[in-house]
């Protein structure tokens, strides 16, 4: 087959005009044209009165060969490289033990999966609750201002993205194509086909709850098993080797091989895992806010007339600002059409994120306005002195709302203008259970606040009207990544200091998202798999 890209066409395009495309292209009989499937669509919206899709197609010919040579020097035109995907060993018959993975977020999930397919019958035990359970504590905290500390948007069955946009991208670079693995997977559970070639696919977050739950039987039907409610709270190490767990029951499980895939908010196993000598050093991540304005504004700012075009769908955006202070502003986690949601998982503690539903319909755009912080300047002494830095802010973020789970919020034009918020203007906001109105800036150290005052106005620029009055702030976001990483080696992927160990995922510092976290986790199962080979060979 043949892999052809960067074929340009119309929005209103037929599939007529697709395989019209490919045989100008090639030069080719339209007899000559067998087959085609699209690999990648995307779209430039650069120029608003000219958006057009971009496709990378792979294409099946009666004279492949004959083309490629043809071709040869044009770089649109190439074999298609083989991503399917293959695995790197399998379980012996008779298994010694078993490997353990901690945490069944999308990497505890891939690592838990693969190591199923290839037969090693992983143990996974996650905290919170099952899916449905989940979803019903999560919404306790929406409805009902009660968080379930065990169970909530950051704990639980599928982990912290299961109430998301399920933004399905990543820059990690792959050249093992195991995303590919992962959005087959995920097809194969439930999702939508189109994950597999639309550039920024996203899922949202009704489907990921039952594609989780269909995963987590495929992994049963292997032979894994699946422990939830069942917290790690030691683990077990002699002569820098992991021996095995020990659960909140008391319980102890033991294994040489185990996997921490653990997110970013579990601190408290964190600390855990640091005081046992683990070795953990503090890593950047970024602070600030949510902002959210009409949906409507965004898509006529981005997509001109093309606004509301069902192809397109809900727009999104992507900004950057350098500021004088030395700061740089980005936005993080942008969710076209979608819900600002309450995001904590410890009492007393206030956290914001964003999801969406599939249909990215709802009237709010919401994204992360965030300040990246590192250890050196901003959290400098210890290497969990991140954390200690977000429980401060989070909590004083929690009396700022009323102490209700209620968050603090702002509109733009008071922010900028330094007076606090009284009232309400055309942007409703989303996040339940409610905001209260006030002044934020307080809510962030000064560089912080002064560095997001000077890059509102600049994206203004960029995406006209988003520093708009009544666009409103909601605060905090703290959670972007990991404040900590656990290091590990890079050819086995173990603990640097503790063998058997495997730090995977956001929380291990190791991921950004779900599919890099998911694609974290297989690469885990790999290297897990054959030590594991390995080891009971040579015993
Ligand atoms: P997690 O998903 O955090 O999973 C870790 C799991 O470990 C949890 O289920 C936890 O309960 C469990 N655990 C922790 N400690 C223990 C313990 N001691 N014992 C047992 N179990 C334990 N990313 C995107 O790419 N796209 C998006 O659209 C998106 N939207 C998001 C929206 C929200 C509201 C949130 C919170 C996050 C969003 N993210 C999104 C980020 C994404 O969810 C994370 O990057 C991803 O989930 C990280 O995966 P992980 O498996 O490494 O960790």
Same mark, same amino acid.
């Given at each position: 087959m043949l892999r052809i890209s960067n074929i340009k066409l119309p929005l209103d395009h037929t599939d007529s005009d697709l395989r019209m495309a490919i045989v100008s292209k090639l030069a080719i009989k339209n007899s000559e044209l067998l087959e085609y499937r699209i690999y990648k669509r995307s779209y430039d919206a650069r120029q608003k009165k000219n958006i057009f899709f971009i496709y990378t197609l792979d294409v099946d010919t009666s004279k492949n060969s004959q083309l490629l040579e +043809?071709?040869?020097?044009?770089?649109?035109?190439?074999?298609?490289?083989?991503?399917?995907?293959?695995?790197?060993?399998?379980?012996?018959?008779?298994?010694?033990?078993?490997?353990?993975?901690?945490?069944?977020?999308?990497?505890?999930?891939?690592?838990?999966?693969?190591?199923?397919?290839?037969?090693?019958?992983?143990?996974?035990?996650?905290?919170?609750?099952?899916? #449905?359970?989940?979803t019903v504590d999560t919404?306790?905290?929406?409805?009902?201002?009660?968080?379930?500390?065990?169970?909530?948007?950051?704990?639980?069955?599928?982990?912290?993205?299961?109430?998301?946009?399920?933004?399905?991208?990543? +820059?990690?670079?792959?050249?093992?194509?195991?995303?590919?693995?992962?959005?087959?997977?995920?097809?194969?559970?439930?999702?939508?086909? &189109?994950?597999?070639?639309?550039?920024?696919?996203?899922?949202?977050?009704?489907?990921?709850?039952?594609?989780v739950e269909k995963m987590r039987h495929t992994i049963e039907s292997l032979g894994g098993e699946i422990l939830f409610e069942q917290r790690v709270d030691d683990v077990l190490i002699e002569n820098q080797r992991v021996q095995g767990v020990i659960l909140a029951s008391g319980e102890t499980l033991l294994s040489q091989h185990i996997v921490f895939a653990i997110g970013h908010s579990a601190r408290d196993t964190f600390k855990m895992l640091f005081a046992k000598g683990v070795y953990v050093e503090a890593k950047p991540f970024s602070i600030g806010f949510r902002i959210e304005h009409p949906q409507s504004l965004i898509d006529q700012c981005r997509f001109g007339d093309y606004a509301g075009n069902e192809l397109l769908g809900a727009a999104d955006y992507k900004l950057v600002h350098h500021c004088k202070n030395g700061r740089s502003v980005y936005s993080f986690c942008m969710c076209p059409g979608g819900t600002v949601v309450a995001a904590t998982s410890a009492e007393g503690h206030l956290v914001t994120n964003g999801m969406s539903q599939y249909s990215r319909n709802? #009237?709010?755009?919401?994204?992360?306005?965030?300040?990246?912080?590192?250890?050196?300047?901003?959290?400098?002494?210890?290497?969990?002195?991140?954390?200690?830095?977000?429980?401060?802010l989070e909590k004083q973020a929690f009396v700022l709302g009323g102490e209700s789970y209620d968050a603090p919020a702002q509109l733009v034009g008071d922010f900028l203008g330094n007076k606090p918020s009284h009232e309400l203007g055309s942007v409703e906001p989303s996040y339940k259970p409610g905001v209260k109105l006030g002044d934020l800036s307080n809510s962030l150290p000064?560089?912080?606040?002064?560095?997001?005052?000077?890059?509102?106005?600049?994206?203004?620029?960029?995406?006209?009207?988003?520093?708009?009055?009544?666009?409103?702030?909601t605060a905090l976001e703290t959670r972007t990544s990991s404040p900590i990483r656990l290091k590990r080696d890079r050819e086995s992927l173990q603990s640097i200091n503790t063998r058997?160990?495997?730090?995977?995922? &956001?929380?291990?510092?190791?991921?950004?998202?779900?599919?890099?976290?998911?694609?974290?986790?297989?690469?885990?199962?790999?290297?897990?798999?054959?030590?594991?080979?390995?080891?009971?060979?040579?015993?």
């Open positions: +043809q071709f040869a020097d044009d770089a649109q035109i190439k074999v298609r490289p083989d991503d399917s995907y293959r695995f790197v060993t399998q379980a012996p018959e008779v298994l010694i033990e078993r490997p353990i993975v901690i945490g069944m977020g999308p990497c505890g999930l891939f690592a838990g999966l693969i190591l199923a397919q290839m037969g090693f019958k992983p143990i996974i035990l996650e905290r919170g609750k099952e899916v #449905r359970e989940r919404f306790g905290l929406w409805r009902k201002r009660k968080l379930n500390t065990e169970s909530n948007v950051q704990f639980g069955e599928g982990g912290a993205g299961t109430f998301s946009d399920g933004k399905l991208y990543t +820059q990690i670079k792959d050249p093992q194509h195991h995303g590919r693995k992962v959005l087959e997977e995920f097809v194969a559970a439930g999702a939508p086909e &189109e994950i597999l070639y639309l550039s920024k696919p996203h899922i949202g977050t009704f489907k990921l709850v039952t594609m709802e #009237r709010n755009a919401n994204s992360a306005i965030v300040v990246g912080i590192d250890p050196e300047n901003d959290y400098p002494g210890y290497p969990l002195a991140g954390l200690d830095l977000q429980d401060r000064d560089y912080a606040i002064a560095a997001i005052r000077e890059a509102i106005p600049a994206f203004d620029k960029k995406i006209r009207g988003f520093a708009m009055h009544d666009a409103v702030l058997g160990l495997y730090p995977a995922g &956001e929380g291990a510092g190791y991921a950004g998202g779900i599919l890099s976290a998911a694609v974290d986790g297989i690469k885990i199962a790999e290297a897990l798999a054959l030590d594991m080979v390995s080891n009971q060979v040579s015993k």
